[in-house]
């Protein structure tokens, strides 16, 4: 089993929809949490933390659900821009360092 | 200001051939992360660094792949002998400090022929 485990999709969605990721962990113990978006041959870059109580960015809405160990992602009003692989991220946060451990991403693509 | 940076930014090598990939992380920032992506994979990480030391060299592939950093800055990922499915982006990353956000290099493409 995947240590974070996606939907690669791809997920195919009109411009103004609401589209929702989730994603899955196996480590028990991991402390932090992250989507990181990822454009065609560019290095991921940073989207939103995650926290426990849930937080929100504009259209973005991230959530922590430890008990089932999963993670989500909302996106209201999807934009042609929005089109890119969604990185879902954990840190495990354990003796070992700050590595992150990805997960295999999902594919958003957002048509007119 | 500057981000990371790395150089190549695209390698092709041919199998049996050594590599030397280097990352400059932002300025000041102390930890230091290298992650390998291959085509329709994950990135899976390899190694990092807290100045100049790596504490945990486990996530490298082989004995082949080695790492160092200087000075608390610049740092070089080297691949002897190279072979087929070394093939991958490289990617680092920097964080001001260990338990802080790391923040992405552009990546250097590497191809073994």
């Known amino acids: 089993r995947k240590e974070v485990e996606q939907d690669p999709g791809p997920f195919n969605v009109p411009e103004g929809a609401t589209v929702a990721f989730n994603c899955t962990y196996s480590n028990s113990a991991s402390q932090s949490f992250f989507w990181y978006r990822q454009d065609c041959r560019k290095e991921p870059k940073l989207l939103m933390s995650?926290?426990?109580s849930g937080n929100e960015d504009g259209r973005f809405t991230a959530q922590l659900n430890r008990a089932s160990q999963y993670i989500s992602l909302l996106i209201r009003d999807s934009k042609l821009s929005d089109s890119a692989t969604y990185l879902c991220?954990?840190?495990?946060?354990?003796?070992?360092?700050?590595?992150?451990?990805f997960g295999g991403g999902t594919r958003l693509m957002v048509k007119p | 200001g500057a981000g990371v940076s790395q150089s190549p930014s695209n390698k092709v090598t041919e199998k049996g051939k050594d590599v030397e990939l280097r990352c400059d992380p932002i300025?000041?920032?102390?930890?230091l992360y290298w992650y390998r992506q291959s085509l329709g994979q994950g990135l899976e990480f390899l190694i990092y660094?807290?100045?100049?030391?790596?504490?945990?060299k486990s996530g490298l592939p082989s004995d082949r792949f080695s790492a160092e950093r200087t000075g608390g800055s610049v740092s070089t990922l080297t691949i002897q002998r190279t072979q087929q499915e070394d093939s991958a982006v490289y990617l680092c990353?920097?964080?001001?400090?260990?338990?802080?956000?790391?923040?992405f290099g552009p990546g250097t493409r590497l191809t073994v022929l």
């Open positions: 660094f807290q100045g100049n030391s790596a504490p945990d």
């Open positions: 990353a920097s964080s001001l400090a260990w338990r802080d956000t790391q923040y």
């Open positions: 995650v926290y426990s």
């Open positions: 300025s000041g920032h102390t930890a």
């Open positions: 991220v954990v840190n495990p946060n354990n003796n070992a360092g700050n590595m992150l451990t």
